[in-house]
């Protein structure tokens, strides 16, 4: 298996693409093709546990490392570290919907299941490349991809992390998780701007010749633990691949039948890891991608234009607050059929002019597959509780506008498919927005005590990942301004 670019011809294996994380030009690694699962491959996977599928799927992309080093790296990743070493259950919500819960794991959200592996990845690839040079890991975080990415890597050998996340663009528990982390080899660090201000700044100090002379020197190169790697998109793969399986072993779905999935979505890397999996055969029929009030998606889907020109909301689905949606390039890539000319052109004009419009090809075969929907924080709300009081179920805020986007889907088409809802973080995450969504009563203002508050409301336990946190000391207190990153990375690796 190799990897190209997006923007330009690359002929590279998976350790380069995944030691590297973002292309040269910019651009990120995705697949020359797309290997495919047999309907027996299929039926001998349901039989498997979630590290036995991983490795599967993980072999099919990664012809570079033996077999023996995948399965080093995910039982290493996956073995004790979820609840029940379930990695991604599924619960039956009623309507012909299915939960896919992602948020077992030690920060209690979907990033886990990447950022668990792909420390190991990294580190098995930077040995396989033999650089001998130490990876700082360069994040850019709309909440949880940055403690996913600290408890990843923290005091992992030959690696740093410097995490940035926006200073009003995180929810409490969020920043609590990533301020108080440890680790000799960790940085964090808010900026006063929004997530796409930091994901932007990312971007551009990867590409930087002065910065890269820096890292030379210091015997340091980059890697990303944002899901511009493919070593962060490689793991979201195998949940929607599992999630088939044990659909089709408890008989919910027969061989080969379809099924819609629904995904809250803001850079579009979970989404588009389902879409990867439809390439390797697992039998999607609609992708229903659902978004807040920040609806750049929905518009992009509707319409074929992608415009970031637009006023920037806070809501209380911040990880989904973001207007620029970095793995929608690599769709794009898809749809163009693999022409990394166009694409190029395309991330031009958006770096240009806030904007671009596909041709209408693309446009047809992006909505033959997709559809968009977005709500508001009040529809959001209304979701929380609807499921709450009907099924007993407890949902985040995140999880709630991917509820609300499929209800719209099926109202607006008539189709009552099977839906699999990506659920992306513990509510407990998110825990003032939920305690607004299921009573009037009054909040407290301490973050634990809503915590609790919660869970005597719902008769639903804390996570103890997020009650352990009580008494932590703040250890990352630092904020600079979007143009000050780079210095900041300075004076942390100095």
């Not at 926006?166 to 900026?191: E, F, H, W, Y």
């Not at 493919?230 to 779905?253: E, H, M, N």
Request: proline share 3%; glycine share 8%; with cysteine.
């Amino acid at each position: 298996m190799f990897f190209t670019g997006t923007r330009s011809n690359y002929n590279v294996q998976s350790a380069f693409a995944i030691a590297s994380g973002l292309a040269a030009d910019g651009g990120l690694f995705v697949p020359q093709d797309f290997p495919a699962f047999s309907a027996d491959e299929f039926a001998e996977m349901t039989d498997m546990d979630y590290c036995q599928r991983a490795a599967l799927v993980l072999s099919k992309y990664l012809t570079d490392y033996t077999a023996d080093e995948i399965k080093y790296c995910v039982e290493g990743a996956y073995k004790g570290s979820f609840d029940n070493d379930q990695p991604a259950p599924l619960a039956d919500i009623g309507k012909n919907r299915r939960m896919l819960e992602l948020w077992h794991g030690p920060t209690c959200a979907f990033k886990d299941l990447a950022l668990q592996l792909l420390p190991y990845l990294l580190t098995t690839a930077l040995k396989k490349l033999g650089t001998g040079k130490e990876a700082v890991i360069l994040v850019a975080t709309s909440g949880d991809t940055g403690k996913a990415a600290l408890a990843g890597f923290a005091d992992v050998k030959d690696t740093r992390i410097v995490v940035f996340y926006p200073r009003d663009g995180v929810s409490d528990m969020q920043k609590l998780q990533m301020t108080t982390q440890k680790g000799k080899n960790v940085s964090v660090c808010a900026i006063a701007g929004n997530f796409d201000d930091a994901q932007n700044g990312v971007k551009a100090i990867f590409t930087d010749g002065e910065m890269k002379e820096f890292l030379n020197r210091s015997n340091m190169e980059f890697s990303s633990a944002n899901s511009i790697n493919f070593g962060r998109l490689v793991p979201q793969i195998v949940y929607y691949v599992s999630a088939y399986c044990d659909l089709l072993k408890d008989g919910t779905l027969k061989p080969g039948e379809q099924f819609n999935v629904v995904v809250p979505t803001g850079n579009f890397g979970n989404i588009l890891a389902a879409v990867y999996a439809k390439q390797m055969g697992v039998p999607v029929k609609k992708f229903i991608c659902a978004s807040n009030k920040n609806n750049v998606l929905t518009d992009f889907i509707r319409t074929g234009v992608y415009d970031r020109n637009r006023k920037f909301f806070t809501t209380e689905s911040p990880s989904m607050d973001i207007l620029i949606s970095s793995n929608l390039e690599r769709m794009l890539h898809l749809l163009a059929g693999g022409d990394s000319s166009k694409v190029a052109a395309y991330m031009a004009e958006l770096k240009n002019n806030g904007r671009y419009e596909i041709d209408a090809d693309m446009l047809a075969k992006l909505q033959s597959e997709f559809y968009g929907s977005f709500c508001d924080d009040e529809t959001g709300r209304k979701a929380i509780k609807e499921i709450f009081e009907e099924r007993n179920y407890l949902c985040d805020t995140h999880t709630a506008v991917a509820l609300a986007a499929g209800e719209n889907y099926r109202k607006e088409t008539g189709d009552d498919t099977l839906q699999l809802i990506a659920s992306t973080a513990s509510a407990y995450k998110f825990a003032p927005a939920v305690i607004q969504a299921l009573t009037d009563e009054e909040m407290p203002a301490d973050d634990f005590e809503k915590l609790t508050m919660l869970s005597k409301l719902t008769g639903t336990t804390v996570p103890a990942p997020l009650a352990n946190l009580k008494g932590d000391e703040i250890l990352h207190r630092e904020c600079v301004e979007k143009e000050n990153m780079a210095d900041f990375i300075r004076r942390h690796l100095g």
